[in-house]
């Protein structure tokens, strides 16, 4: 048996001691490298189109995921917002094969678009929406929105009567 001097038992620690710190840097590495959880776009289908609730939680889901979420309708209709349709998300609100329209009721703004925010409207009509007390189918777009040019209808604020709004404001 061969007794280790004190010349080899240094270079053993010394040796001991890099294969540990390239073991943790290694971990280190690979922890760093590791690709983020993301999330795949998801379809949110709203089925009761008699109130807004439905519409409301996914439009919040989809601002959540932030991923480009499409929101579509199994039902039809004139759909009475409760509140502003907060886009804080990437996503899409599509009526294709259904009649859907999102009304404001003249009390309200319909949509409030985030900055930097991409947003497209399909097949959806926007009606009646409201921006301080004016009527109107003003909508707040700060991001990046692409209506159907033929999408919106209402009084808009300062027109005169009869005249259909054929855009949404600053979008």
């Known amino acids: 048996m061969k007794i280790l001097t004190h010349g080899h038992g240094r270079f053993l620690g010394r040796l001991l001691l890099l294969l540990g710190l390239v073991a943790t840097l290694g971990l280190l590495a690979n922890w760093a490298a590791a690709p983020a959880y993301a999330y795949a776009a998801s379809t949110l289908t709203v089925t009761n189109c008699s109130d807004d609730s439905q519409l409301q939680a996914d439009v919040s889901q989809a601002n959540k995921d932030n991923n480009g979420d499409t929101i579509t309708f199994a039902c039809g209709g004139d759909i009475l917002l409760s509140r502003t349709l907060i886009i804080a998300g990437r996503m899409t609100i599509d009526g294709s094969n259904q009649s859907v329209t999102l009304d404001g009721s003249g009390q309200l703004q319909v949509f409030l678009v985030d900055m930097g925010v991409n947003f ?12 301080n007390t004016g009527g109107g189918d003003q909508s707040g777009y700060r991001g990046r929105c ?6 919106v209808r ?8 009869g005249q259909p709004e054929r855009h949404l404001h600053r979008c």
């Not at 497209?120 to 009606?127: D, K, R």
């Open 120 to 131: 497209t409207l399909n097949a959806i009509t926007v009606a009646n929406g409201s921006i």
């Open 146 to 151: 692409s209506p159907h040019p033929d999408a």
């Open 154 to 161: 209402g009084q808009p604020a300062g027109s005169s009567q």
